[in-house]
């Protein structure tokens, strides 16, 4: 029997914000320049190292073993037991014990930061985040139902810094979430030890969720004799109201294995080890295997890369700053240029350009905020430091033009 439904496009009947994300503006500009082997591309957040062999041979070693199973929701205890010694050493006031009690293995940083939004914020709570940041936290907190109140950097000599009587402002005991990036993904900006402090005061006095995203906690160039820029961690109690996100991807070059870590208070490990079952069950076994060798091999690898990477923002931050006509301030962390072409206000008609005629693929501005419309973010981790002066030139030639 044929009903006479009059059938609306399905994508009527999905939630309206789920038809309502925007898709990704770095895509956008990446597509401009697809099958274009002359563009030199600088617009994702990653490398272009591929991941320390001994990783990638524990993982195939894992694969040739067997382990092809389904395995703990919060993470194999190996990796686990190696994530909380690793974490003891960057933060020595607790002992491996302690974060052991309060790690939970993701599918990657972004994976961590989704299942902290789902474990926090419910249809309606008001979530602050402090931007220019990378979209997806925007975005999976809109997924949850929550109602984003943006807490803007401000710019000061190029450089983004935080206005604190501006954040304590907008976090009130109605916010139920504030997410923070730092370092920050795209501008640099670092928080200080002393900014974290009054963070962390505020947002106990209103009874506020901190999701702070350290992912890029390890490329950090301000002072050389700290291995990490100054974490939350360091400074809360355990059962404050505190998510930390992790990842595998940019200390160990391990973008494209999807793993990431979460540490939480101990009282609500075991709730998130039930969000893991319902998203993704567990990390894959052999990817996991391949972290606990990234994490025995760490002092070989991190450091150099850290060190290499400071090589690449003063390279390409110093012939910036040579370039007539660019804004530009050098990242105290994280892997990236932000800067402005002055009298350009479009960032994704900028970058379009860019990438079609000057064959120079950058990230626009416009992806991380409104705020950041007219800036252009550059990811410097390259192996090959001369790609970016190659890159400042093609820059430079364009704008003579
Ligand atoms: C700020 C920030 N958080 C989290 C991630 C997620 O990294 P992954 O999902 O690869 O671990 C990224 C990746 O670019 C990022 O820039």
Known sequence: MHHDLHLAPALHHLRPVVAGLEGSLIREVANAGMG?????????????????????????????AGETFYAHNLGLPELRAEIAAY???????????????RTVVTSGGVNGLMLAAQAVVEAGDEVAVVTPIWPNLVQQARIMGGVITP??????????????????????PATRLLVLNAPNNPTGWT??????????????????????????????????ERQAAPSFLDIAEPEDRLVVAH???KSFLMTGWRLGWLVVPPSVLEQMGKLVEFNTSCAPVFVQRGAVEALRHEAAITPALVAHLRHCRDTL???????PGLTVARPLGGMYAFFRVNGHSDSLTLAKRLVTEAGL????????????????????????TERLLQGVDRLQAWMRR
């Open 36 to 64: 274009r082997s002359d563009v030199l591309k600088f617009w994702f957040g990653e490398s272009d190292a591929v991941t320390p062999e001994p990783v990638r041979q524990a993982a195939v070693a894992s694969l040739l």
């Open 317 to 323: 931050i110093d012939a910036l700053l040579q370039v």
């Open 151 to 172: 807490v803007p950097l401000q710019v000061q000599g190029g450089a983004w810094v935080l206005d604190m009587a501006a954040l304590q402002a907008a976090v009130t």
């Open 191 to 224: 928080l200080s030890r002393d900014e974290q402090q009054a963070i962390l005061n505020h947002c106990r006095q209103t009874g506020t969720w901190i999701l702070a995203d350290e992912v890029y906690e390890r490329l950090y160039y301000g002072d050389s």
């Open 87 to 101: 974490t003891a050493r960057l933060h020595p006031h607790q002992g491996a014990d302690h974060w052991l009690g």
């Open 361 to 384: 693929g950058l990230a626009p501005g416009s992806a991380f905020a409104p705020e950041a419309e007219g800036w252009l973010r550059w990811c410097f981790a390259s192996q090959h």
């Open 247 to 249: 990842s595998f991807s």
